[in-house]
């Protein structure tokens, strides 16, 4: 088991950046892969960013390629997510995700998950 707590989000300018933590508590942070999600009004669910055990591998998905960072903490069982250049469709409740299972970083499957922190970008 492990518990995650979001925090960071907000309201920002297009244009601006807001960096996500997500705080881990329970298992061996460090025995999970990470991820961070969006899902905004009437829309599904999106992978945004994943990250691995050690970090040496990270997959972002193609709408914020270059815009955002994922990185983590493994001494402070945090995950992050540094996001820059903010567009008003980034708008959207973002989860930070855990997963203890080998799986690609393209996998969108996690166990746990936090209870999400909305971010409002305006035009």
């Known amino acids: 088991q492990v518990q995650l707590v979001e925090s960071g989000g907000g309201l920002v300018q297009a244009g601006g950046s807001l960096r996500l933590s997500c705080a881990a508590s329970?298992?061996?942070?460090?025995?999970?892969?990470m991820g961070w999600f969006r899902q905004a009004p009437g829309k599904e669910r999106e992978l945004v960013a994943t990250?691995?055990?050690?970090?040496?591998?990270?997959f972002y998905a193609d709408s914020v390629k270059g815009r955002f960072t994922i990185s983590r903490d493994n001494a402070k069982n945090t995950v992050y997510l540094q996001m820059n250049s903010l567009k008003p469709e980034d708008t959207a409740v973002y989860y930070c995700a855990a997963d203890p299972n080998y799986r690609g970083p393209t996998s969108a499957l996690y166990n746990y998950w936090g209870q999400g922190t909305q971010v409002t970008v305006s035009s």
């Open positions: 990250i691995s055990r050690n970090g040496g591998t990270r």
């Open positions: 329970g298992r061996t942070f460090s025995t999970f892969r």
